[in-house]
């Protein structure tokens, strides 16, 4: 990430000799394709609940969490006090041999699960959950194409990237056969340039039309996240999905819920994103908060569709013993601590501090998202809509040298993405708006 010449912090942040030594061999022994936020890349050393602390010693109140992965705070010790305990008395056994702990795992999923989805298949993130879920998709359907939306994301792989739709992440020749994509619920910056409600949602009868003109006719699935993540937290209006899975369904095909950043309470009251628009899919992938930071990959289904694959299956890292006590822990504390509800209540409160912030920087064209995964799409001017990547840069360089840590997507780069951890409290929110609000003051145009 680069910041304009011109952008100088209020307060720079001092850097060891530790800090340039780690960002320097970031630099020699890692891809420079593995990209750092901020312009000078903030080395982490700790962390503990809401905060994160690098390694000068600098305190931040995180509301990124790792990509929407710390869930329930950092080093919760009701989490890493369980995963330590099963480090040192069995770490891994692959999925040759079965474990208390897969199964105890995969049967809270069967009970939180929405449907009949009550078959699991672990992994280690969510590209190879995604993965998984169109391989068994082509193979219980017999079918080949798959649809997917305009600005989606769903992860590294060479599949995984065909299905994604933003240019920076398809490059290096990516094969897209059999993959399609309609245009998005985007109504901030609607493809159809027209206005919801009066619309009418026309932007779902895209995919009807793009099964006929540009598949075979016949999909094996169509695969969306509930809220666009990587898209910058794009959230379709509450009647495109259940119009868009009525369509899916005429044409024989599954309906795969991409839900590695909206799942586990995200959204507030429901366990998942699909949830909120009234939809049960056929079947739901996740990864990141599903294991409060370990990693993880899930592809959960109905017992028809999961016993439709055909030939071996076999994962060696996926379901192993620490990853599913980790999982199994953190679904089993925000049930403890009502983190569904309270994602819902602070999440509104949050939405509303937002939208203050809103009337009073002008910069800030739109709020949008739900429960705890809000986001700030940033325009130069809100009439026309120009996109603002480098105030987008500004605000998180001078939120970091804050004390508040955030992170950004959409096509344009002008997207603040907001997620706080799921037990956050409205303290927490208090706090990170007023350094919101310094952020903003401090952008100079």
Known sequence: MTTPAHFVPASPLSRSTRSEEAVAKHKKYLWPSVTNYFQQPLVADRGEMQHLWDVEGNKYLDFFGGILTVSVGHCNPKISGKVSAQVNRLQHTSTLYPTEHIVALAEKIAQITPGNLQQSFFTNSGTEANEAAILLARMSTGSFDVVALRHAYSGGSALAKAVT?????????????????????????????????????????????????????????????????????????????????????????????????????????????????????????????????????????????????????????????????????????????????????????????????????????????????????????????????EATTQVMESARQNGLLIGKGGLYGNTLRLAPMLNTTKPDVDEAIKLLDKSFSEVRN
């Open 165 to 389: 739709a933003h240019a920076p992440y398809r490059k290096g020749g990516v094969i897209s056969v059999g993959i399609s994509h309609a245009v998005n619920p985007y109504c901030y910056r609607c493809p159809l340039h027209l206005k919801y409600p009066d619309c009418e949602v026309a932007c779902a009868e895209d995919v009807e039309n793009l099964i006929q003109t540009g598949t075979s006719g016949n999909i094996a699935a169509f695969i969306a996240e509930p809220i666009q993540g990587v898209g910058g937290f794009i959230t379709p209006p509450k009647e495109y999905f259940k119009i868009v899975f009525k369509t899916v369904k005429k044409y024989g095909a599954l309906f795969i819920a991409d839900e590695v950043q909206t799942g586990w309470g995200r959204t507030g009251k429901k366990w998942f994103g699909i949830e909120q628009w009234e939809v049960i899919p056929d079947m739901i992938t996740s990864a990141k908060g599903m294991a409060n930071g370990a990693p993880v990959g899930l592809t959960v289904t109905t017992p028809e569709i999961a016993g439709s694959f055909q030939g071996a299956n076999i994962a060696t890292f996926g379901g192993n013993p620490v990853t599913c006590v980790a999982a199994k822990a953190t679904i089993e504390l925000i049930e403890e601590e009502n983190l569904l509800e309270n994602a819902d209540v602070v999440g509104k409160y949050f939405r509303a501090k937002l939208e203050e912030l809103q009337a009073k920087h002008a910069v800030i064209g739109d709020v949008r998202g739900m429960g705890l995964m809000q986001a700030l799409e940033l325009v130069k001017d809100r009439k026309t809509k120009e996109p603002a990547p």
